[in-house]
């Protein structure tokens, strides 16, 4: 198999994106185009992770990271069990480690864990048996988001290697902005930073980006634009002098995003905050991929699940017409409710 996993006893997991490397990334990249085309089908759904179960884990607030995930495995065939913080034992005063243990015992493969403070889902991958896969740990990762745009911006620009992507908004409090430089650096892409000053990660020398504060300045050369909302739970102190200058000084408006190049994508992970970083009207323009990115993450999170799952190690091949589980046409008793 190509690229490194993270793996504890011979299981994988998808903590962050440099465990996947370039090739990972490839891998998964050209599994989600198989699902794609079993998500276009008037039945979307295999059997490939019969008899598999797959638990979400949210400590976190989520609608799409866990709809899709949910929506993913289902469409593998998996079993599904869901976690929701606030209507669990938690409140109890449960710890994490039991609570993960006790969804763990009722015989759960893969774990998807979502929470506020970077380095759980490492910590569960050491406590728990099965496979886990990373939805977003604090400021630090989000993996499949990252995934899921580079899969966006490949099928709408042809490719990533040379491209120019500025991403602007909350750099410093995002695990999306965190995952996706990474991802986006590993397959060859050039990368701008615009943001104030004080919604910068403290040091990004390591990150081998460029930072600007003009946001008209680098539009025109831009292939992507990629928006973030301000993550206001996550900032401990005011960060901003108001939010409509936010908007004037670094918000892509209907009027900057004209100024766009012809190709040009803007891309935002959501939720969107309309009329702050992005103009009310912009995620209706043609230029807007929103909507895409969410479709293409159900594919994208299962090409993760049948990675992770879905093959033995070392027998990791694109899905093909055999048994193992592929994205070739279910028979009808295998087409299950979901
Ligand atoms: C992001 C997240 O939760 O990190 N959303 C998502 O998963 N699509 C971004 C955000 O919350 O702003």
Redesign the pocket.
């Known amino acids: 198999m190509s690229g490194r996993h993270a793996s504890n006893g011979g299981r994988r997991h998808l903590l962050s994106i440099g465990d996947l490397g370039a090739g990972g990334i490839r891998e998964i990249l050209r599994l989600a185009d198989s699902f794609a085309e079993v998500n276009t089908r008037a039945i979307p759904k295999v059997p490939a992770l019969r008899g598999r179960t797959v638990a979400s884990l949210f400590f976190e607030d ?1 609608t ?2 866990r709809l899709s995930f949910e929506t993913a495995a289902k469409r593998l065939s998996a079993d599904t069990m869901t976690f929701s913080a606030g209507a669990s034992a938690l409140s109890k005063g449960e710890s994490l480690r039991d609570t993960a243990e006790t969804v763990a015992a009722m015989g759960v493969d893969c774990t998807v864990v979502r929470h506020r403070s970077a380095g759980v889902a490492v910590q569960l991958s050491r406590w728990l048996d099965g496979s886990v896969i990373n939805a ?1 740990d604090g400021c630090h990762e ?1 993996p499949t ?1 990252a995934l899921l745009d580079c899969y966006t911006i490949t099928e709408r620009l042809g490719g990533i290697e040379g491209r120019h992507v500025a991403i602007v908004g909350d750099i410093a409090h995002s ?2 902005a965190r995952s996706l430089v990474a991802a986006l650096q590993l397959l060859g892409a050039g990368v701008t930073l615009v943001a104030p000053a004080t919604l910068l990660p403290p040091a990004t020398d390591g990150w081998g980006v460029k930072v600007s504060s003009r946001i008209d300045a680098i539009l025109p050369r831009a292939d992507v634009v990629y928006l ?2 301000l ?1 206001r739970e996550r900032q401990e102190r005011a960060l901003l002098p108001s939010l409509r200058e936010f908007h004037e000084r670094f918000g892509l408006t209907a009027e900057r995003a004209g100024r766009l190049a012809d190709h040009a994508i803007v891309m935002h ?3 969107m905050n309309r009329g702050v970083e992005i103009g009310a009207e912009v995620p209706e323009m043609d230029c807007a991929v929103v909507a895409e990115q969410v479709a293409n993450g159900v594919s994208v999170r299962m090409a993760v699940l049948f990675w992770l799952l879905g093959a033995e190690p070392g027998a990791m091949a694109a899905p093909s017409a055999d048994a193992s589980g592929t994205p070739e046409p279910a028979p009808a008793a295998e087409v299950g409710d979901g």
């Open positions: 989520s799409r990271t977003g989000h988001q695990r999306v973030l909302r993550q992970p959501g939720p």
